[in-house]
């Protein structure tokens, strides 16, 4: 496995773009769109797994990580219009694309948009947003925010609101959360919103790539997505052998095996 990781940045019409990358194997590289409010670290030890076959590239979503943080609100089709332009920039004419929660809803809008240039679509985790989802969006409680407080305690409430989804000895993948989180705390609950917000129903059908459904057994927020996406999409579905939330940090060689299977038979 190689471990070199690369970093560089694009430009684009919000401003530059940050993303990070392994290998440059074959001949359609393979991009990967995190959650929200995580950054392309959600992917840190996927990515060198993917790279040893192929060019795989996790990106910082607009607004989140070290990509341009424009105003305005966030949107999961600006989300994907910052996708576009950072593939378009790195010259991905073809090329496989893995989206974990958030990430999964913006694969999906970008899938929807770009037809036979995305080879595969791996949608890991992935809300299925439909006109209910919608209707009861306001009704549904905050995940990430929390109001910030002289003393600091407001660091351990949101470290224990997502405690939950780690087991014991993975408190450096929950570290790297807050790093994140903290990144963009004024707005840290505006990617959820997005995605309650999207039109998700409405694009699928616009969906051609051969697609693959994922879930962790312990993660009950998005495990019942993957049979209405099979029923959508006609697409296969697969649950994962652990993990909660964060798969791809707590079975990162699994998570790779499954991107580089799915791929390959693209």
């Not at 607004?63 to 950072?86: C, V, Y």
């Not at 893995?98 to 913006?106: A, D, M, P, Y």
């Not at 992935?126 to 009861?136: A, G, L, M, Y």
């Amino acid at each position: 496995m190689t471990d070199t990781v690369r970093k560089g940045y694009v430009p684009s019409p919000f401003g530059q773009l940050h993303y990070a990358e392994c290998g440059g194997a074959g001949d359609e590289p393979v991009l990967m769109l995190h959650q929200t409010p995580r950054s392309w670290t959600e992917y840190l030890h996927v990515l060198p797994r993917v790279g040893t076959a192929r060019r795989a590239i996790a990106m910082d979503t607009l607004g989140f990580g070290a990509s341009a943080k424009p105003d305005g609100p966030h949107s999961i089709e600006r989300f994907a219009d910052a996708a576009e332009a950072l593939a378009d920039a790195l010259g991905l004419e073809r090329f496989h694309l893995v989206g974990h929660h958030t990430g999964g809803v913006i694969a999906v809008e970008l899938a929807a948009r770009l037809g036979d240039r995305v080879a595969s679509l791996l949608l890991s985790a992935t809300p299925f947003v439909d006109e209910e989802k919608r209707r009861t969006a306001a009704e549904r409680k905050q995940i990430d925010h929390v109001d910030p407080k002289p003393d600091g305690s407001h660091l351990l409430e949101l470290w224990n609101r997502r405690r939950e989804f780690y087991a014991s000895g993975e408190e450096a993948a929950l570290t790297r959360f807050m790093v994140d989180a903290l990144t963009v705390l004024d707005r840290v609950e505006e990617g959820h919103v997005a995605v309650r917000q999207y039109v998700m129903d409405q694009r699928l059908p616009g969906i051609t790539a051969r697609t693959l459904a994922v879930c962790a057994p312990g993660d009950h927020y998005s495990l019942p997505a993957l049979k209405r996406f099979a029923a959508a999409l006609g697409c296969e579905t697969r649950v994962l052998s652990g993990g909660h939330v964060p798969v791809p940090e707590q079975l990162p060689e699994e998570f790779a095996e499954v991107v580089l299977e799915w791929s390959a038979q693209a």
